[in-house]
């Protein structure tokens, strides 16, 4: 069996990824009366005099919504929430294994951002944070600004955020690799969707130089009669040349590709065009822009791909868990572009010089140290910048 057959028969056995464990034993008259009526009644008038105390007295400062109404699913695009619910499960286990967080899938039928933005808002006083996933563009912007905006807690949308943070992290190894330095590099982002702008703002955040998008219509520059309005805003601090043409032309001499675009784009010879020992993120998947042996054949010193059965797998996994980690134990109003460069710059750090190679850019995506690590600087950066609600105490 190949691994669809594998995966839809485990699916098959699972029943389901996740489920719900008490953490409370019932099992005496008195058990019942404390975990349940008359008692229970006590913490919830706790919690009407003082919000904060919900994240004391119940599971909420533990608790995140996977949210998504099932139209932009792993490169499967909109295949409706029913049809989702398999990868939100998947991601709900993910951030139980690697960062001990307990997380909900909760599939929206409904493609309308005021009805999503409405619904998440009713609900999110039962949570500790909102990770927005598999929701397309443009309207992934508009849902995400208007969330942060009318709810006090965390909201995080992994597509455009954890794709950023972990292409961020890799292009800070592999620019070691190269001996490159970051605030010089020239890097072309093909894919102009939520992931890319997301990674040429992080990329403009962390000073790594001049950042050229691209999408179908070739270079992204300021005036062009064919952008959307978030790909317009980005023409305005992107490809600061003023540079027209397809990505052919962005290409050429160009010390990094990072794309979030289609297989099958991206040509050895269009890697030979860049200057030498060119880095090259082809992270579409289940199949990259270009396959990794096609652009180290174009001479590229540094590949990664989205992948698991090639080297330097530029994986949100590394990301997302350890973000609400850290978000969720200082009970932080929201995440910050200085939380996002923190947990960037913490996963490069997970690489020791000793190990760092050009194949081993990144820790590996099952490496349980990375969640821990990315959520003590994420934590740290929300207390420096006064977004914390709670520091906790060392020993408590």
Request: proline share 6%; hydrophobic share 45%.
């Amino acid at each position: 069996m190949d691994i669809k057959e594998q995966a839809l028969n485990k699916h098959y056995e699972w029943n389901g990824k996740i489920e719900v464990i008490s953490r409370v034993p019932v099992e005496t008259r008195e058990a019942l009366s404390l975990a349940y009526t008359p008692g229970v009644a006590q913490p919830c008038l706790e919690i009407e005099q003082d919000e904060d105390l919900s994240y004391v007295l119940t599971r909420r400062g533990s608790l995140v919504a996977v949210i998504t109404d099932g139209t932009a699913v792993l490169g499967l695009g909109d295949i409706g929430p029913s049809a989702a619910m398999p990868v939100m499960e998947g991601k709900c286990a993910l951030f139980k294994e690697f960062a001990g967080v307990d997380a909900f899938p909760i599939c929206i039928d409904s493609k309308d951002p005021d009805v999503i933005v409405n619904t998440v808002k009713l609900i999110s006083k039962s949570f500790g944070g909102i990770n927005l996933e598999d929701i397309s563009a443009p309207r992934c912007f508009e849902i995400e600004r208007r969330l942060k905006e009318e709810c006090d807690i965390p909201v995080f949308h992994d597509d455009q955020h954890g794709t950023a943070i972990v292409a961020c992290a890799a292009l800070i190894n592999a620019a070691r690799v190269t001996n490159r330095t970051p605030q010089n590099l020239r890097i072309v982002v093909n894919g102009a969707g939520a992931a890319g702008i997301s990674v040429a703002k992080l990329l403009l955040r962390m000073a790594f130089g001049e950042v050229i998008l691209c999408d179908i219509g070739g270079i992204i520059y300021e005036g062009a009669d064919w952008l959307t309005p978030p790909q317009a805003q980005m023409a305005k601090v992107t490809n600061p040349r003023g540079l027209r043409g397809t990505l052919v032309d962005a290409m050429r001499g160009a010390d990094v590709f990072i794309g979030v675009s289609k297989p099958g784009l991206v040509t050895r010879e269009m890697v030979a065009s860049m200057a030498d020992d060119p880095i090259v993120f082809a992270m579409a998947n289940p199949t990259p822009e270009i396959m990794p042996d096609e652009a180290k054949a174009g001479g590229a010193a540094v590949v990664g791909t989205g992948r698991s059965d090639f080297p330097n797998q530029i994986n949100n996994v590394l990301v997302f868990p350890g973000i609400f980690k850290g978000a969720l134990a200082v009970r932080a109003r929201g995440i910050t572009e200085e939380m996002k460069v923190a947990a960037a710059q913490a996963i490069a750090s997970m690489v020791p010089n000793e190990r760092l190679s050009a194949d081993f850019i990144l820790p590996d995506t099952l490496d349980k140290r990375v969640a821990d690590c990315v959520a003590q600087k994420v934590a740290d950066e929300a207390v420096r910048t006064g977004i914390a609600r709670y520091i906790p105490q060392i020993g408590k």
